[in-house]
């Protein structure tokens, strides 16, 4: 009978000792690790971040970072108005007599409660640990809305997802959404609500960027490129055309909407009519085009890139927006800050009843 002699390298004996033993009378999972009858775990399921500031949570004052439903996302991308959803600050209503885009006003309203952006971070102060509070601090002020990113079309919900995580690590604080109205389908922007389900299997892709963006929905792309001409940006949309430009040759201290298509037709010919200017990224491989979301990626980055050499620094953010800012991000972080705001509104006598 032969037998093969296996030195035991990890076992609890004394490593002098040493072990022999014919494989045939052991299981294959001690040499392996692998335990043949693994038990079953149930999955992690990594929630999504948003908070309506119209419904304080009941949730104690010491509640964690806010999760909600992971059903939460697909709502978000198919409201109406998924900005006023998201954000906590009261937003301007019109760029009109506005010499830079910024979205919000120094105000914060629930009910009868209205406060100013430093009575709201005088609230939440004392509910959020430093290195959080270092941390938003450091975000707000890199945070820009000069440059702005723009996904026509998208039926692949990975490559919204990754772009705007992408928009989130560089700074980049507006997104908008154009849906797609081909494949639109009871206003659902890019969601095919069937058995796959497509938003469960990417929904780890963000990160949770979605929670700390302002995010805009338009039913079409001339609604959006008036709204965005409006608030003082040109509109570079990337295609490869006889008439476009490097990103390299394009100088980003210009406000800009950077304007990416859906991932097998490009960007509308509308799109494309409507814009002021089309730019690419310099290519020297035997393939012709980037993954959508990588595109979106490079073209961020360069773009901020650029910023910091011409501007010394892509974060443009006066000091009163930068606070703002912040007091909508200390809003977004938990589920029971608006509650919190509230009582302390109360205690400060702002407000008669609620």
Not at 201 to 227: P, Q, Y
Request: some cysteine; glycine content about 6%; charged content about 25%.
């Amino acid at each position: 009978m032969r037998f093969c002699k296996t030195l035991a390298t990890r076992t609890p004996f004394p490593s002098t000792m040493k072990l022999y033993f014919p494989i045939r009378h052991f299981h294959h999972h001690f040499f392996t690790g692998v335990h043949p009858r693994p038990r079953t775990l149930p999955p992690l399921s990594r929630k999504l971040h948003v908070i309506r500031s119209s419904t304080p949570s009941p949730s104690p004052a010491t509640q964690p970072e806010s999760q909600i439903t992971e059903d939460a996302f697909e709502q978000l991308l198919s409201s109406p108005d998924t900005a006023t959803i998201t954000a906590k600050m009261e937003r301007k209503t019109s760029a009109s007599g506005c010499g830079r885009w910024f979205p919000y006003l120094d105000r914060f309203r629930v009910g009868d409660v209205c406060l100013s952006s430093e009575e709201v971070l005088d609230a939440l102060e004392l509910h959020l640990s430093d290195a959080r509070k270092d941390r938003l601090r450091k975000v707000a002020g890199s945070r820009s809305y000069s440059i702005c990113l723009v996904v026509e079309g998208l039926s692949d919900f990975g490559n919204a997802s990754a772009a705007f995580r992408s928009a989130d690590a560089l700074g980049v604080q507006s997104v908008h959404v154009v849906s797609d109205d081909s494949s639109k389908r009871c206003s659902t922007v890019w969601f095919e609500l069937n058995d796959s389900c497509r938003y469960k299997e990417t929904r780890n892709v963000s990160m949770g960027a979605e929670k700390w963006l302002d995010i805009e929905l338009w039913d079409s792309i001339s609604e959006c490129f008036d709204h965005l001409r409006s608030r003082g940006y040109r509109i570079a949309t990337t295609h490869m055309g006889s008439d476009a430009v490097s990103i390299c040759d394009i100088n980003w201290s210009h406000p800009t909407a950077i304007v990416v298509g859906n991932e097998g037709r490009g960007i509308s010919k509308e799109a494309l009519e409507l814009s002021d200017l089309q730019c690419i990224i310099p290519m020297s491989g035997m393939v012709d085009s980037f993954n959508v979301s990588v595109a979106a990626g490079i073209i961020m980055h360069h773009a901020v890139h650029d910023r910091n050499l011409r501007l010394g620094s892509h974060g443009d953010l006066i000091s009163e927006e930068r606070q703002i800012l912040l007091a909508e991000f200390f809003l977004r972080h938990s589920e029971a800050a608006s509650s919190i705001v509230i009582e302390y509104a109360k205690r400060k006598g702002m407000v008669a009843r609620l």
